[in-house]
């Protein structure tokens, strides 16, 4: 469950404040594969690191399974993001290593106790690159590399995957295929958030909640 | 515990990731732990040099100079005033018990010569009998002069080894004639090869030749007296018997302190003193090139802490804490100088392996040498690396993703 209430979002770059958010307040159920759209700068980029603990609103608060973002200490952030959630992203951020040491990247600095080698390689099984372990970023294709990071953000067994543009930089037919990944996670009961400025992407969650200008419309 | 054997598994690969840069900034490391072990262990081995050249004469050696050293002693000392007599002599071979084998030592300048050679460097002892037994002298052949010898003022004479040598080569010195100051001596007796010198500073044994103390007062018509040397009759009461000397001596001067009394504890600290100095002083230019190497790992280390912006934005999205990434290039900047320690210990031992054991500053291998240089070198990874490692730490992870 993830509840976010009046929660506003200021930058400053030396005198001039800019608001990336203005008094946003929605639920998002677990289970639920919830889509946020809207144009660019709206601040959807911004809800979507909110609610992965990256980082703090200015004001408000956000609350993600009982845990309150909004406060807690740096260490508490960042081990909620090792242990509930999953990033992916649209430009991948993979490191320049092998697809398994990627996928296994967040096992270091989790508590869960995995096989790391064994369980990242389940991941990549499951995501059609069982036969690429081996291959940087650099070998890969732009969907196949996506793949390596929605495996990446699985391979922790989180609560929510947060995906940012996940099929921005592919073509329809390849982010086809990663909307289908993120469907199947959520049909395992684990909780969605797709940002996109894609209506097509979009409408392939259960609800859309519409950003624009730092707010939602209802 | 598995994290840190990670951050070492991925400190390593990264630095692998780039090993021209790597190796480069190791190379200021290298040669700064170079610099100060290869200081150090010359400092060790002088010093190990002295202090057993000290110790080889005797720890219960007492010896009068002449000159207020420790008070300054002005310019009678500077210049070295006579200011023994035959007196102080007399008086601490009659009154102190506690020692033994007192002798007086005067020194003449001439040359000792045959017919046909001389020894340049001959140093002209004339000295009491027991002196060979206060001077720890060593006779090959022949004998040393005896009181008889000193008491008719007799001309005889012991070479020291290397002077025997050069006016007789191998054929024996023994009974041949000499020629110091116009006066013939006879030559009676040769010394072994002494490996120790009488002080720190002072003549090589083996270039003394050596006459009855009455035969250089006859001989120069001056009664000096260089220096008075003795032994305690024990060790432990070295600094007591030193102290009943300064006492009989004072009272002969009447009350003037114009001399100074010294065993070899006293030169043996001396010693140390200006040995300390110029350790500190190697080691503090050691230092020098030690920080350069310290602060070119410190550049290297922002320079990749900045590259790899992006690397500690995923890093932190994917759960690392600002412990984790501290420890990771922090780890990177210590495996960094420790390789560094690494080489220049490799190196060290080569070439003290290399030096030969007869040359004139034997060195030998010193794990305590081995044990500072890398924990130095580790010391510095840890104070070089630790700014830049608190930076990566603190990058916000949102601002570091969106880094290009």
Same mark, same amino acid.
């Given at each position: 469950?993830?509840?976010?209430?009046?929660?506003?979002?200021?930058?400053?770059?030396?005198?001039?404040?800019?608001?990336?958010?203005?008094?946003? /307040?929605?639920?998002?159920?677990?289970?639920e594969?919830?889509?946020?759209?809207?144009?660019?700068?709206?601040?959807?980029?911004?809800?979507?690191?909110?609610?992965?603990? $990256?980082?703090?609103?200015?004001?408000?608060?956000?609350?993600?399974? /009982?845990?309150?973002?909004?406060?807690a200490?740096?260490?508490?952030?960042?081990?909620?993001?090792?242990?509930?959630?999953?990033?992916?992203?649209?430009?991948?951020?993979?490191?320049?290593?092998?697809?398994?040491?990627?996928?296994? $990247?967040?096992?270091?600095?989790?508590?869960?106790?995995?096989?790391?080698?064994?369980?990242?390689?389940?991941?990549?099984?499951?995501?059609?690159?069982?036969?690429?372990?081996r291959?940087?970023?650099?070998?890969?294709?732009?969907?196949?590399?996506?793949?390596?990071?929605?495996?990446?953000?699985l391979?922790?067994?989180?609560?929510?995957?947060?995906?940012?543009?996940?099929?921005?930089?592919?073509?329809?037919?390849t982010?086809?295929?990663?909307?289908?990944?993120?469907?199947?996670?959520?049909?395992?009961?684990?909780?969605?958030?797709?940002?996109?400025?894609?209506?097509?992407?979009?409408?392939?969650?259960?609800?859309?909640i519409?950003?624009?200008?730092?707010?939602?419309?209802? | 515990?598995?994290?840190?054997?990670?951050?070492?598994?991925? &400190?390593?690969?990264?630095?692998?990731?780039?090993?021209?840069?790597?190796?480069?900034s190791?190379?200021?490391?290298?040669?700064?732990?170079?610099?100060? @072990?290869?200081?150090?262990?010359i400092?060790?081995?002088? =010093?190990s040099?002295?202090?057993?050249?000290?110790?080889?004469?005797? @720890?219960?050696?007492?010896?009068?100079?002449?000159?207020?050293?420790?008070?300054?002693?002005?310019?009678?000392?500077a210049?070295?005033?006579?200011?023994?007599?035959?007196?102080?002599?007399?008086?601490?071979? %009659?009154?102190?018990?506690?020692?033994?084998?007192?002798?007086?030592?005067?020194?003449?300048? +001439?040359? !000792?010569?045959?017919?046909?050679?001389?020894?340049?460097? *001959?140093?002209?002892?004339? #000295?009491?009998?027991?002196?060979?037994?206060?001077?720890?002298?060593?006779?090959?052949?022949?004998?040393?002069? %005896?009181?008889?010898?000193?008491?008719?003022?007799? =001309?005889?004479?012991?070479?020291?080894?290397?002077?025997? #040598?050069?006016?007789? +080569?191998?054929?024996? *010195?023994?009974?041949?004639?000499?020629?110091?100051?116009?006066?013939?001596?006879?030559?009676?007796? !040769?010394?072994?090869?002494?490996?120790?010198?009488?002080?720190?500073?002072?003549?090589?044994?083996?270039?003394?030749?050596?006459?009855?103390?009455?035969? +250089?007062?006859?001989?120069?018509?001056?009664?000096?007296?260089? =220096?008075?040397?003795?032994? &305690?009759?024990?060790?432990?009461?070295? #600094?007591?018997?030193?102290?009943?000397?300064?006492?009989?001596?004072? *009272?002969?001067?009447?009350?003037?302190?114009?001399? %100074?009394?010294?065993?070899?504890?006293?030169?043996?600290?001396?010693?140390? +003193?200006?040995?300390?100095?110029?350790? &500190?002083?190697?080691?503090?230019?050691?230092?020098?090139?030690?920080?350069?190497g310290?602060?070119?790992?410190?550049?290297?280390?922002?320079v @990749?802490?900045?590259?790899?912006?992006?690397?500690?934005?995923?890093?932190?999205?994917?759960?690392?804490?600002?412990?984790?990434?501290?420890?990771?290039?922090?780890?990177?900047?210590?495996?960094?100088?420790?390789?560094?320690?690494?080489?220049a !210990?490799?190196?060290?031992?080569?070439?003290?392996?290399?030096?030969?054991k007869?040359?004139?500053?034997?060195?030998?291998?010193?794990?305590?040498?081995?044990?500072?240089?890398?924990?130095?070198?580790?010391?510095?990874?840890?104070?070089?690396?630790?700014?830049?490692?608190?930076?990566?730490?603190?990058?916000?992870?949102?601002?570091?993703?969106?880094?290009?």
């Amino acid at each position: 469950m993830i509840k976010i209430e009046g929660v506003t979002k200021e930058y400053k770059s030396g005198e001039t404040k800019f608001l990336a958010l203005n008094r946003v /307040s929605l639920e998002i159920k677990t289970g639920e594969f919830v889509s946020i759209l809207g144009p660019s700068g709206s601040g959807k980029s911004t809800l979507m690191h909110l609610i992965g603990g $990256l980082d703090r609103p200015s004001q408000g608060k956000i609350e993600v399974d /009982s845990i309150d973002l909004s406060t807690a200490p740096d260490k508490t952030l960042a081990n909620f993001r090792s242990e509930k959630v999953g990033f992916v992203f649209q430009s991948f951020n993979l490191l320049n290593t092998s697809s398994l040491n990627n996928v296994s $990247l967040p096992l270091v600095y989790s508590k869960k106790k995995f096989n790391r080698k064994a369980r990242a390689t389940e991941l990549l099984d499951n995501v059609g690159l069982g036969n690429r372990l081996r291959n940087r970023p650099s070998q890969l294709s732009g969907g196949e590399q996506q793949r390596v990071s929605i495996a990446r953000a699985l391979v922790n067994d989180p609560e929510i995957v947060l995906a940012d543009e996940p099929t921005g930089n592919l073509d329809s037919k390849t982010g086809e295929q990663i909307v289908e990944l993120l469907s199947n996670f959520n049909k395992k009961g684990k909780t969605v958030v797709v940002v996109t400025h894609d209506e097509a992407l979009a409408k392939k969650a259960d609800r859309i909640i519409r950003i624009k200008d730092g707010q939602v419309e209802q | 515990m598995i994290l840190f054997l990670d951050t070492i598994k991925m &400190a390593v690969s990264s630095l692998l990731a780039k090993k021209i840069r790597s190796f480069l900034s190791i190379l200021g490391i290298v040669i700064g732990i170079l610099t100060i @072990s290869s200081l150090l262990s010359i400092a060790l081995s002088v =010093r190990s040099q002295v202090e057993g050249t000290i110790k080889s004469l005797g @720890s219960n050696i007492i010896t009068v100079v002449q000159g207020d050293i420790s008070g300054g002693g002005g310019f009678s000392s500077a210049v070295g005033t006579g200011t023994l007599t035959e007196e102080d002599f007399n008086s601490i071979k %009659t009154k102190i018990g506690k020692v033994e084998n007192v002798s007086m030592i005067m020194l003449i300048s +001439g040359t !000792v010569k045959t017919q046909d050679k001389s020894v340049p460097g *001959a140093i002209i002892f004339a #000295n009491s009998p027991s002196a060979e037994k206060s001077l720890n002298i060593k006779i090959d052949q022949g004998r040393f002069p %005896t009181e008889e010898d000193n008491n008719t003022k007799a =001309r005889v004479i012991v070479l020291g080894n290397k002077a025997a #040598n050069e006016l007789f +080569g191998t054929t024996s *010195a023994i009974g041949k004639t000499v020629e110091i100051r116009a006066t013939e001596f006879t030559v009676v007796g !040769v010394t072994q090869t002494a490996s120790s010198t009488i002080s720190f500073g002072g003549p090589d044994l083996n270039s003394i030749v050596m006459m009855p103390i009455q035969t +250089g007062w006859e001989i120069t018509g001056i009664k000096q007296v260089y =220096r008075i040397t003795m032994q &305690a009759k024990s060790a432990p009461e070295v #600094n007591s018997a030193k102290d009943a000397v300064k006492k009989v001596v004072l *009272a002969n001067h009447k009350g003037e302190k114009d001399f %100074t009394v010294l065993t070899q504890e006293d030169i043996l600290s001396t010693v140390n +003193g200006i040995l300390n100095i110029l350790t &500190a002083m190697l080691g503090a230019i050691a230092g020098i090139s030690l920080l350069v190497g310290g602060i070119g790992i410190m550049n290297i280390m922002l320079v @990749s802490v900045s590259e790899r912006t992006r690397e500690i934005g995923i890093r932190k999205a994917v759960g690392a804490t600002r412990g984790a990434i501290l420890l990771q290039f922090l780890i990177e900047g210590i495996i960094l100088t420790m390789l560094g320690g690494l080489i220049a !210990v490799a190196i060290y031992s080569a070439a003290v392996s290399a030096v030969p054991k007869d040359s004139p500053i034997p060195i030998d291998f010193n794990w305590n040498v081995v044990a500072l240089s890398l924990g130095f070198s580790a010391l510095i990874g840890i104070i070089f690396g630790i700014v830049p490692a608190i930076g990566a730490s603190r990058k916000d992870p949102i601002l570091s993703l969106r880094y290009e």
